[in-house]
């Protein structure tokens, strides 16, 4: 068995659930647009019951069509997707990242073993595997395949018989690959623990050279289109950089141009100080993209929000394109260069929607709106943009939008995905115990209007996440999303909280005083939420649960831990429990005799500091490759449970990692917690 735990079998407590768990897990999912760079044909992944797939559609027809051939379930992600520049091909990366032992992830304990490998799919043709590694880049003649592997940079030619190579053997991990406009040279940044370069390898006499070498981090390289310059990010030397806590202030990141020939580099921007000198990365190829007419964008929280700015490459006072209480997410330059187009929650505050500014300036434009959500933006040459999109009911999709904001589906809705029988989730505002507004999404049953139901409140993980008013854009709250429906058509009163430390509502709420290890302050939220639910008349306060992954299982084990009273239940996925078992992370840029203080915080911002009032039955799910939060997080758990007496199920994964790879672990997951939740709710 590849469970410790055999489970019973799942009986309806709440009458028949209109569709089985089985039918809302399965539904497609996609992610990793990309436009080709003639912006005349676009490729995406689509995930179909744990079966990955590249597809293309191509101008004019956009047809959605496979063009690899992967029939399995096993565990094997498709990832980094780039087209060679003539379009006649997609490479793309196949399989995970090794842990910090170097093991790939291996969810189906292959025997065999795994590797991480880049693939190249033709257009029309079969697809091969290049080699061994990650982050390819294709050169401007299309020509050959870069790529990194053990941290060093190899290549390959994109002809059928060639052979891979390495190319480069310099110290440091390479990264963020990216040639020349003219194919000659190859930038890349090379990272050396606690300071990274910009490296410029030129290929005909095969030196490598450091542009403006500094003890700061270098980062997100982008050359000028005439290829004599390449600017970059300069993030600021700090032994704080990777404490936990809010990060309000910081000394002031930069950006900065090279001239490649000389090397020499300035200054042209720089971030104020106070509000908005931490730099927070947007969504996009780059952190820096170089538009029409010299203009170099990027992201900035002057004003507290995720907002987008212009700055000429020869410096001077930055422009804002956007404006307001509202995030600015996912960016991408029109082909031309002169208009960013980017998804934001502006006007809607937990949606995405598109939206279009020029780089110069000039009030922002909507694309899309309405109750659907938007994201991924992917311009196209005939003025369309190919983007994904979800709403309430339906999942994500592949869709070209107009210039009119009218959508093209590129793929059908299964035909028994049950989108007529989901819920329209309700936006609720309510405080938390401290007074901070929280924003939700309450998922009520069909029967709400009569007598008193069980509820269930969830909490995502990150905490750098937002949960939307519909299907998500990640996959593995895409899951979450899917299961409080099911929960939902069951019977259930579901309330999904966006608590302080994530994103979605400003700078000062993402970066929330005394959160996480520095002092657990989203216990508030908890608290708040249970009280918001308690005050409900539609729910019976006797039978209120929770549950979350990740960061949601730190506040589900936190909430259990301390008010056993107010939840009677609670199912926890590979939740952060003590955060001292990673207390080398939390106290390393620390001077020595300051970590006895920080270890005493940690400890009682964690579950395990109030272990002896947790009273309440709990489900653990964990997989024991997990990278995100060690396994060990909950063998401790689980020992002091025992000690305490407190009652608990487990459900361990074998070689899973924390974002499950196989779909039918995804279903052994839920179904379990829809069991164990349901026999301590149920009337």
């Known amino acids: 068995m590849r469970f410790a735990l055999a489970l019973l079998a799942v009986v309806p407590l709440f009458g028949a659930a209109p569709y089985t768990l089985q039918q809302v897990l399965s539904s497609p999912f996609v992610e990793d647009l990309v436009a080709s760079p003639k912006a005349d044909a676009i490729a995406w992944v689509s995930n179909t019951k744990g079966v990955r797939s590249v597809m293309v559609a191509r101008a004019p027809g956009f047809d959605a069509t496979a063009i690899t051939q992967f029939s399995e379930d096993d565990g094997q992600e498709l990832t980094e997707l780039t087209w060679v520049p003539n379009g006649s091909a997609v490479v793309f990366t196949r399989g ?28 029309g043709g079969t697809p091969r595997k290049l080699g061994n590694g990650n982050s390819p880049a294709v050169s401007p003649d299309s020509s050959t395949v870069v790529w990194v592997s053990g941290g060093q940079v190899w290549s390959s030619p994109l002809a059928a018989d060639g052979k891979a190579a390495q190319l480069i053997h310099a110290r440091g991990t390479a990264g963020q690959l990216t040639f020349s406009p003219n194919g000659s040279q190859l930038a890349f940044r090379s990272s050396r623990g606690d300071h990274a370069f910009i490296a410029v390898y030129t290929l005909r006499d095969k030196s490598l050279n450091f542009l403006d070498a500094s003890v700061d981090r270098d980062d997100s390289p982008v050359w000028a289109p005439s290829g004599d310059r390449l600017a970059f990010l300069r ?31 300035k200054e042209i921007f720089r971030a104020d100080r106070g509000m908005g000198s931490v730099f927070h990365a947007m969504v996009a190829e780059n952190q820096l993209l170089w538009g029409a007419g010299d203009q170099i964008i990027f992201p900035w929280e002057r004003e507290g929000w995720q907002h987008l700015y212009a700055v000429p490459a020869a410096g001077g006072k930055p422009v804002a394109l956007s404006s307001g209480k509202f995030e600015v997410e996912h960016v991408a330059l029109t082909p031309d260069g002169k208009a960013a187009t980017f998804s934001s929650n502006s006007g809607d505050i937990d949606r ?4 279009r500014v020029p780089v110069t300036g000039g009030t922002p434009q909507a694309i899309t709106s309405g109750q659907g959500i938007e994201w991924a933006p992917a311009p196209l040459a005939g003025g369309q943009i190919a983007t994904l999109r979800a709403d309430a009911r339906s999942h994500a999709r592949a869709a070209l939008v107009d210039t009119n904001g009218k959508f093209r589906d590129l793929t059908p809705m299964p035909a028994d995905f049950p989108a007529a029988s989901m819920v329209e989730p309700q936006p609720v505002v309510f405080p938390a115990a401290d007074g901070m507004e929280l924003h939700g999404q309450l998922f009520l049953p069909p029967n709400a209007a009569t007598g008193r139901h069980p509820a269930v409140i969830f909490f995502h993980g990150g905490s750098r996440r937002q949960m939307l008013l519909g299907w998500h854009y990640m996959f593995y709250y895409h899951q979450a999303y899917g299961f409080n429906q099911y929960l939902a058509s069951k019977g259930y009163a579901v309330l999904s909280v966006n608590y302080r430390s994530g994103i979605g509502y400003g700078e000062q709420f993402r970066e929330a005083l005394n959160y996480g290890a520095t002092g657990g302050s989203e216990y508030n939220d908890v608290i708040g939420a249970g009280l918001y639910m308690r005050n409900r008349a539609d729910v019976d306060t006797s039978r209120i649960g929770l549950w979350g992954g990740s960061y949601g299982g730190y506040l589900t084990a936190l909430g259990l831990a301390r008010a056993s009273d107010m939840f009677a239940v609670g199912v926890d996925l590979h939740g952060v429990h003590e955060w001292n078992l990673d207390i080398s992370n939390l106290a390393e840029p620390w001077k020595p005799e ?9 400890h009682e911002s964690s579950p395990m500091a109030s272990i002896q009032t947790w009273k309440s039955p709990v489900l653990l799910i964990h997989g024991d490759d997990d990278r995100n939060v060690p396994f060990s997080q909950t063998v401790q758990l689980a020992e ?6 407190v009652y608990f199920e487990q459900l361990i994964f074998p070689d899973e990692i924390h974002d499950l790879l196989v ?10 917690a829809d069991d164990f939740l349901g026999r301590y709710l149920k009337p």
């Open 96 to 123: 995970g990242e090794g842990n910090g032992k170097g093991e790939i992830p291996n969810p189906l304990s292959n025997t065999t073993g795994v590797r991480q490998e880049i693939w190249v799919a033709p257009l």
């Open 235 to 265: 993030i600021a030397a700090s032994r704080t950089a990777g404490a936990w806590g809010p990060k309000r202030t910081a000394e002031p990141w930069s950006i900065r141009l090279a001239d490649v020939r000389t090397g020499k580099a």
């Open 352 to 355: 995405r929607h598109l939206w």
């Open 594 to 602: 300051d970590r006895q203080e920080i270890a005493r915080i940690a």
């Open 640 to 645: 002091a449970l025992r000690k305490q007496g």
């Open 663 to 672: 779909h039918r672990d995804w279903l052994k997951a839920y179904t379990a």
